[in-house]
């Protein structure tokens, strides 16, 4: 009898080597059911043949299923795996070896999925889609719908064809993953049930690093937090989202804090018809056009204490939805904001608040247009800037004079080394006043400006 008989029993063992045994052995001492992995020569695991791929999706499935109903996780020991539409038990947790058990996707269809499920989990695990084609262009590698209480810890996803995770109606924990190389999106969420995206290191997708996005506005209640989000390009420039490192749209109460974002395409992190979302203590790199962006429909965002440096555009409020609604943008660090194309009216411009916006304590440094802009139009109202430093660029303040602009306050100031003034008012984009900050303000009965310090 030979050695792995002896030790993990009766084993049924496939095309090249890969060898299911039930559930007790000395690697999986609390009874979980166990898929082996082993090749009796290395060149083996480069490529298996249709039918050897075909069969270990069987016995793998036949083991998933064992595991759900006996209530156990599986074990994956290090080895390649190549496995289609895997569909993964409720209650089961898949466990591998991090870095060394790789399940590699082999085509026709997806790799792994559940659908109305609960209490499942992968950990440890490499997931390969070798860049073979999904049965849904727009689906995920890895696809969960209806799942409460997912869990994914320590996995790597690399070379999917489409989304890399894709989530439908989804609560959990998305924690300590590497996920890239993806042609569509790394993680995207819909009408989530309350997920805890952490930690994550993405990279190198064609449309964004992560999407939360309910077709129905309503509070989704995701929080994004501590994740590192690099080279996102836009292979898949057809809709809002693409080049954006976070996209969240109709999903209210989302938090995205302590992130760091570098080098996306278009935006860094991207909010519309959104509510009360909170952009906090984030550090955001060489975005391709405006780091952070918020946009129509946005009632109440907090936009805080964020480290923008490099963009075309630093940060936009566009105007909340509602009546009496406010964004809140205090105490960001935006440097380096060095224009982008000549049609974007908003090119160069450090901070942007269009209307209904507190804006204090905050520093914009090296704008190449204008440091701040407070109210973009006719519908400008209830605008308040005080205590900002504005350094450098042509203008520190440009603000709106439209006749029929609501109040707007700039008090307490610090405007310096500027080319073209201090306080310049705005009509419809274009520069129509001498310098407010010398000249009175009289004529225009919706501003108030005083006790700014200019240099």
């Given at each position: ?29 609390d009874g979980a059911a166990v898929l082996r992995g082993s090749f009796t020569r290395p060149e083996a695991s480069v490529q298996l ?216 395409a278009e935006n860094a992190v991207k909010a519309v018809a959104s509510p009360n979302v909170q952009v906090v203590g984030n550090s ?171 240099s």
């Amino acid at each position: 009898m030979d050695r792995r008989a002896f030790l993990y029993g009766t084993a049924a063992s496939i095309g090249t080597g890969l060898i299911l045994t039930p559930a007790h052995s000395e690697r999986s001492g609390d009874g979980a059911a166990v898929l082996r992995g082993s090749f009796t020569r290395p060149e083996a695991s480069v490529q298996l043949d249709e039918a050897a791929s075909e069969n270990q999706s069987r016995v793998m499935q036949e083991a998933l299923d064992r595991a759900g109903e006996q209530g156990k996780p599986l074990f994956l020991p290090a080895g390649r795996y190549e496995v289609s539409n895997i569909r993964v038990p409720a209650g089961v947790r898949i466990i591998g070896v991090a870095g060394q058990s790789r399940l590699v996707y082999s085509g026709g269809g997806k790799l792994l999925y559940a659908e109305d499920s609960s209490s499942i989990g992968l950990e440890g695990i490499v997931m390969d889609g070798a860049n073979r084609a999904l049965d849904d262009p727009e689906g995920g590698l890895l696809s969960f719908r209806t799942v409460a209480d997912f869990s994914m810890e320590r996995c790597s996803v690399v070379g999917s064809a489409g989304h890399a995770l894709a989530l439908t109606r989804v609560s959990g924990r998305i924690v300590g993953n590497s996920l890239s190389g993806a042609i569509g999106s790394a993680i995207t969420s819909e009408e989530s049930a309350g997920l805890s995206i952490s930690g994550n290191e993405i990279g190198g997708c064609g449309k964004a690093g992560i999407v939360i996005r309910r077709w129905t506005a309503a509070d989704d209640g995701t929080t994004i937090t501590n994740n590192r989000i690099a080279d996102i390009a836009t292979l898949r420039g057809d809709d809002q989202g693409a080049g954006t490192g976070i996209l969240i749209v109709q999903a209210g109460g989302v938090l995205v804090s302590g992130n760091r974002i570098a080098d996306c395409a278009e935006n860094a992190v991207k909010a519309v018809a959104s509510p009360n979302v909170q952009v906090v203590g984030n550090s955001v790199m060489r975005a391709g056009r405006t780091a952070i962006l918020v946009s129509d429909g946005c009632d109440g965002a907090l936009i805080s204490s964020n480290i923008v440096d490099g963009a075309a555009t630093g940060l936009h409020l566009a105007g909340p939805g509602g009546p009496g609604s406010s964004h809140v943008c205090q105490g960001n660090v935006i440097r380096n904001i060095s224009g982008g194309a000549e049609d974007d009216r908003l090119a160069g411009v450090g901070l942007v608040a269009e209307t209904s916006a507190t804006i204090t304590g905050n520093v914009v440094e090296n704008a190449a247009g204008i440091a701040l802009i407070a109210g973009t139009d006719q519908s400008a109202d209830e605008i308040v800037a005080t205590g900002n430093v504005l350094r450098g660029g042509r203008i520190g303040i440009g603000v709106s004079v439209a006749d029929t602009a609501g109040h707007t306050l700039l008090s307490a100031n610090m405007i310096s080394n500027t080319t073209d003034g201090a306080i310049r008012g705005m009509l419809e984009g274009e520069v129509v006043t001498e310098d407010l900050s010398v000249a009175s303000a009289v004529r225009f009965s919706n501003l108030t400006i005083g006790e700014n310090r200019i240099s």
